[in-house]
């Protein structure tokens, strides 16, 4: 028989690190790497109920697509990616060349030696959003007509930020709500969705604060951008609190883009103006984290109006 999957928890006897340590080894199981893991049944049957959660709060306009873990390189450097995070991007390279070359490096590697250095890149990048690819495809369709375009999306996405903590993943679900349109619809969608979201964590039980943010911009140039950003108040975060004593962790994100990827793409509305763009972004691991920290590992225990809420 083999042996069962090892538990995230810390081993018995040993003080576990995380305080979250004693619900991880319910709800994941490692895969060798920081921020990457399998999900268990019960994780992913809260993940779910979420996600459908969140589509019932879905306009009946928005356009749905789902999206591949991987998108064009290309568009994602001229959306400014590799420019403003360049830190957290990871890039699909992939062995090139004659049957001989590919075996010589595979035999390197069966050497014992470094193989990865004839890796080149692909071109493909992990999406490190799920809005990215929507501003390209809708400069594709032409002029966007009167009252703007709504979007419901979601990928696996991938950053670099390897991290023992749960609720720093490498890959994770994310789910948002795109509006492209005038700078009234997107100041109205944005506001909308900051006050909705206090209501449905209210609803799901979750303590929660909302507060201006900034994205992580790299280097010191990116702190001087990070700081417009916030002062513009182009960000707004939901924060959660996973515990009593913890910093609270950003599990939703409410953004104002302005004119950033109308102008990169030329998205323009129908009498030729520059649209405007905007994105609500829900973290679905985050948020199924936050709802197990709070309520526990014992579904049956959790509060009714989040039972009802999540349909359980
Ligand atoms: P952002 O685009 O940075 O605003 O991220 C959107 C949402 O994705 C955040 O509000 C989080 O819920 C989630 N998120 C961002 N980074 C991570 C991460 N490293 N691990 C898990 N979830 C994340
Ligand atoms: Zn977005």
Request: with cysteine.
């Amino acid at each position: 028989m083999s042996k069962g999957p090892e538990p995230l928890s810390a081993p018995p006897g040993e003080t576990p690190t995380d305080p979250l340590a004693h619900i991880a080894g319910a709800l994941f199981r490692p895969m060798g790497a920081d921020g990457v893991y399998a999900r268990t049944a019960l994780y992913e049957l809260v993940a779910e109920r979420l996600e459908r959660y969140i589509t019932g709060q879905r306009d009946a306009q928005a356009e749905i697509l789902r999206f591949p873990p991987v998108m064009s390189r290309q568009q994602l450097e001229k959306s400014g990616y590799l420019k403003n995070f360049p830190n957290l991007l990871g890039c699909v390279c992939a062995l090139r060349g004659s049957e001989a070359a590919i075996h010589a490096v595979v035999d390197r590697h069966g050497a014992g030696e470094d193989w990865t250095g004839s890796l080149t890149a692909s071109d493909l990048v992990l999406s490190p959003a799920a809005c990215y690819p929507v501003y390209p495809m809708v400069a594709e369709r032409g002029r966007i007509p009167s009252g703007g375009l709504l979007f419901d999306v979601e990928a696996d996405v991938f950053r670099h930020e390897p991290s023992r903590n749960l609720d720093r993943l490498q890959s994770f679900r994310m789910r948002e709500f795109v509006r492209i349109g005038s700078p009234q619809e997107i100041q109205d969608f944005r506001e909308g969705w900051m006050t909705r979201a206090s209501a449905l964590a209210a609803e799901l039980g979750l303590p929660c604060s909302l507060e201006v943010a900034s994205d992580p911009f790299f280097g010191r140039v990116g702190q001087v951008i990070a700081v417009s950003q916030r002062q513009q108040a182009l960000k707004f975060e939901l924060l959660i609190p996973y515990h009593t004593e913890a910093t609270p962790t950003a599990c939703m994100s409410f953004n104002d883009h302005r004119e950033h990827f109308s102008q990169l793409w030329a998205i323009h509305d129908e009498r030729g103006k520059l649209a405007h763009t905007g994105c609500v972004a829900f973290g679905i691991d985050r948020l199924t984290v936050a709802l197990f920290a709070v309520h526990g590992l014992d579904l049956e225990k959790w509060p009714p109006p989040t039972r009802l809420a999540l349909a359980m």
